[in-house]
């Protein structure tokens, strides 16, 4: 089954203590990304990836680090979290570049990781 | 500064009728623009998009509409089912980034 996975689920947290959220997709995607959802925010872009090797700051990349080594995993790293990285988590990935990521390609969202940093 | 608008935090709709979400945008860059759907507790569903080249795109019950001069899209759902009751997610992308607008929650009534 196609899919984009998260793990944790849920992750409640203390200011400082460094964490990893894993984004794992088995569609041979090229793109992925990181994404949070606030109340009254919506959702907004943390980083994305073109590829391998190939990161990119979104709207709000401050406090957060990615890498992708495999063209599978894309994790999130708080290296020193704090109480405002509070936030439901969001991992997607999409097909292929072919011309931008939004022509012709969706994004397909894994279901979420609930953080709470106390 | 809110690239992609989506002023009307809810929505409620008879089964039945129209259900019409509206998404307005700062930047004439954009080039495509998308809706998803969102349920409790999951992820975003991708449901339809359209080119900037484009003023719509129809998928079955739903038809996007584009007014660049207006710098204005908007969703129509017909016939309204009570399963769209759900959160819908305007976003725009440009140079690879997606940029999402706050969402409007749709109730479908009975």
Known sequence: EAQVTQNPRYLITV???????????????????????DPGLGLRQIYYSMNVEVTDKGDVPEGYKVS?????????I???PSPNQTSLYFCASTPGL???VGRRETQYFGPGTRLLVL | DQQV?????????????ISILNCDYTNSMFDY?????????EGPTFLISISS??????DGRFTVFLNKSAKHLSLHIVPSQPGDSAVYFCAASLDDKIIFGKGTRLHILP
């Open chain 1, 78 to 80: 708080l290296e020193s």
């Open chain 2, 33 to 41: 623009f998308l809706w998803y759907k969102k349920y409790p507790a």
């Open chain 2, 53 to 58: 080249i484009k003023d719509k795109n129809e």
């Open chain 2, 5 to 17: 608008k989506q002023n009307s935090p809810s929505l409620s709709v008879q089964e039945g009728r």
């Open chain 1, 68 to 76: 992708r080594k495999e063209k599978r995993n894309f994790p999130l």
């Open chain 1, 98 to 100: 072919a011309g931008g």
């Open chain 1, 15 to 37: 200011t400082g203590k460094k964490l990893t959220v894993t984004c794992s997709q088995n569609m041979n995607h090229e793109y992925m990304s990181w994404y949070r959802q």
